[in-house]
C-alpha cells in the first residue's frame, strides 16, 4: 500500500493549488479516502474525505466552502482543489485511508505566504 502526494507549494494568500494523492497496492475503488495536513508545532489533523464512489464528502469546519475534495477512481487518484488560501493552511498534506490501513507517504509541503 503506497501514497504519493504532489501538487504543494509557495502561493499567496487567496491563492490556489489543486494537490493530486495517486494510491496503489490496493482497490483504490473500495476505499473512503481522506487528506490531513500536519502544521509545524502542531498534531495531524483530518482536511476533507471522500467515500468510495465519491458521492459523499465532509470537510473541516476551517475549510469548508475553499476546498474541494474528489477522485478518480480509473486513476486510483484523489484530489484536493484549494481555494482562498490563508496563512493557517502552511503544512504538509497527506492522503490515505482513514485508519489504520498502510503506512503514511512523505506528503507534499503548502506554504501560503501573507
Same mark, same amino acid.
Given at each position: +500500500?503506497?501514497?504519493?502526494? =504532489?501538487?504543494?507549494?509557495?502561493?499567496?494568500?487567496?491563492?490556489?493549488?489543486?494537490?493530486?494523492? %495517486?494510491? =496503489?497496492?490496493?482497490?483504490?475503488?473500495?476505499?473512503? $479516502?481522506?487528506?490531513?495536513?500536519?502544521?509545524?508545532?502542531?498534531?495531524?489533523?483530518?482536511?476533507?474525505?471522500?467515500? !468510495?464512489? /465519491?458521492?459523499? %464528502?465532509?470537510?473541516?469546519? =476551517? +475549510?469548508?466552502?475553499?476546498? %474541494?475534495?474528489?477522485?478518480?477512481?480509473?486513476?486510483? *487518484?484523489?484530489?484536493?482543489? $484549494?481555494? =482562498?488560501?490563508?496563512? !493557517?493552511? *502552511?503544512? +504538509?498534506?497527506?492522503?490515505?485511508?482513514?485508519?489504520?490501513?498502510?503506512?503514511? /507517504?512523505?506528503?507534499?509541503?503548502?506554504?501560503?505566504?501573507?
Amino acid at each position: +500500500v503506497q501514497f504519493v502526494e =504532489s501538487g504543494g507549494g509557495l502561493v499567496q494568500a487567496g491563492g490556489s493549488l489543486r494537490l493530486s494523492c %495517486t494510491a =496503489s497496492g490496493f482497490t483504490f475503488r473500495n476505499y473512503r $479516502m481522506s487528506w490531513y495536513r500536519q502544521a509545524p508545532g502542531k498534531e495531524r489533523e483530518s482536511v476533507a474525505s471522500i467515500s !468510495d464512489a /465519491g458521492r459523499s %464528502t465532509n470537510y473541516a469546519e =476551517s +475549510v469548508k466552502g475553499r476546498f %474541494t475534495i474528489s477522485r478518480d477512481n480509473a486513476k486510483n *487518484t484523489v484530489y484536493l482543489q $484549494m481555494n =482562498s488560501l490563508k496563512p !493557517d493552511d *502552511t503544512a +504538509v498534506y497527506y492522503c490515505k485511508v482513514p485508519g489504520a490501513f498502510g503506512a503514511w /507517504g512523505q506528503g507534499t509541503q503548502v506554504t501560503v505566504s501573507s
